[in-house]
């Protein structure tokens, strides 16, 4: 073992997986990118992290309601583009091609071509983290999506796809929820 900087620490445990999250205020819909996400129980809540850096925060603040979208392994060059630009200055369904579909219980729009797409609501915002807490409303998967490869973040610039699957299930049967 070599000790190495810290600043390496978050490319070792950075959650995952990449997701776009839409929202749309009213007149307009946008989309932003993230890295920090990850499940907080068993009763459909998640955590992201962002905060007043991104435009899409305000929003998302306002309306209480965004879609977390799910994109495959072979979106990675535009999930990374639409994070390198603004939505307060860029329509980055029209600069990306990005076809938004309707959700039922919220505003903000579905995104086709994503492996699954999470309808949610704002629960709580833990402003010292940055911590958006959401419940998720509905969920649907893209059952046209041959790439079910998610992206995970390195937190240096780099990123993973999901590889080999292992199935536990049968060691794990007493512990998992009902309904997976």
Known sequence: ???TSIEKALTYIEP?????????????NNVMTISWTMAIDFDQHLVLTTGEWNHSFGTLMHTGECVVCIPPAEMLETVVRIGMVSGADTDKFKRFHLNPLPAQT??????????????CKVTDYIERYGFVVLKVTRVVENTR?????MIH????????????????RELMESKLPPGL
């Open 1 to 3: 073992m070599k000790e």
């Open 153 to 168: 973040a390195r937190g240096d610039g780099t990123f993973t796809a999901d590889g080999a699957s292992f199935n536990c």
């Open 16 to 28: 995952g997986p990449v997701v776009l999250v839409t929202t749309f205020d009213g007149e307009k």
């Open 145 to 149: 999506c041959q790439d079910l490869r």
């Open 106 to 119: 919220v505003q903000a729009p579905l995104l086709d071509g994503c492996i699954a797409c999470l309808e």
